[in-house]
Nanobody, 117 residues
């Protein structure tokens, strides 16, 4: 089993920054992808950014140049640095871990990010 615990959400003004963290615990294997998704009320859950255990990153077009995903394999932790935040970034952000070989994936409980003046 895998547990994902997110932290770092909150309220920030437009143009501000936040850093989300997601720590994975339990049976953690090497060949994995960890990522952040977000879901606003009435919308589907969309991929924001992901990173493989080898360090390959992928970003949604709507965050390119503003958000940076990084990982610490020793700590089984992934981070999402969010800069130049916009009101439309307001959503619940979910951490995800997916094993490449089995396809099994796991979700965190979500953390609210609100961008408002």
């Amino acid at each position: 089993q895998v547990q994902l615990v997110e932290s770092g959400g909150g309220l920030v003004q437009p143009g501000g920054s936040l850093r989300l963290s997601c720590a994975a615990s339990g049976s953690i294997f090497k060949l994995r992808v960890m990522g952040w998704y977000r879901q606003a009320p009435g919308n589907q859950r969309d991929l924001v950014a992901s990173i493989t255990s080898g360090g390959t990153t992928n970003y949604a077009d709507f965050v390119k140049g503003r958000f940076t995903i990084s990982g610490d394999n020793a700590k089984n932790t992934v981070y999402l640095q969010m800069n130049s935040l916009k009101p439309e970034d307001t959503a619940v952000y979910y951490c995800n871990l997916r094993y490449i070989l089995s396809g099994n994936d796991y979700w965190g409980q979500g953390t609210q990010v609100t961008v408002s003046s």
